[in-house]
């Protein structure tokens, strides 16, 4: 059996990578943002940032809207939401065409095609609503999957 050097390696283990879909499906990233633009910058102590998913291949990640229910009554957690909704649809507006959110899955094909890493936008649970079970189809029409 031939011997394969560590480059040889690497380059098999990136051609790999680079064929097979990388997409994590949870990360809190744009709950704890205050500004959109943050995403767009390197910041090794925040979970996520869009530079090193971009670095490390990632084709697209899961960004939840999360509410703690200990953060006010059904009023406020909706708008913790739609903050947080806000503040990923920014991003992919002022991100130069870098990042997308995508709400079907050949979306998410299409923009890797495109050098495009894509956002899937999931909520966890329903209390975020507010109570407002009216307010699904909006937030489906913004993006929201799961």
Do not use: Y
């Not at 899937?120 to 009216?134: K, N, V």
């Amino acid at each position: 059996m031939p011997k394969i050097s560590n480059n040889e390696l690497i380059a098999e283990a990136r051609a790999l990578h680079n064929d097979a879909p990388l997409i994590d499906l949870h990360c809190d990233t744009f709950c704890r943002m205050k500004k959109a633009a943050h995403f767009l910058e390197a910041k090794p102590k925040r979970h996520l940032d869009l530079p090193r998913m971009r670095e490390t291949g990632i084709w697209a990640e899961a960004f939840s809207l999360f509410v703690h229910p200990s953060w006010g009554g059904e009023q406020k957690w909706l708008k913790i939401a739609e903050k947080t909704l806000s503040r990923i649809e920014e991003a992919s507006r002022i991100s130069g065409g870098k990042f997308a959110i995508a709400k079907k899955a050949d979306e998410i094909l299409r923009n890797r095609d495109n050098d495009i890493t894509s956002a899937i936008i999931e909520i966890e649970g329903l209390h975020p609503l507010g109570g407002e079970i009216s307010k699904i189809e909006e937030f489906f029409k913004r993006g929201v999957r799961i």
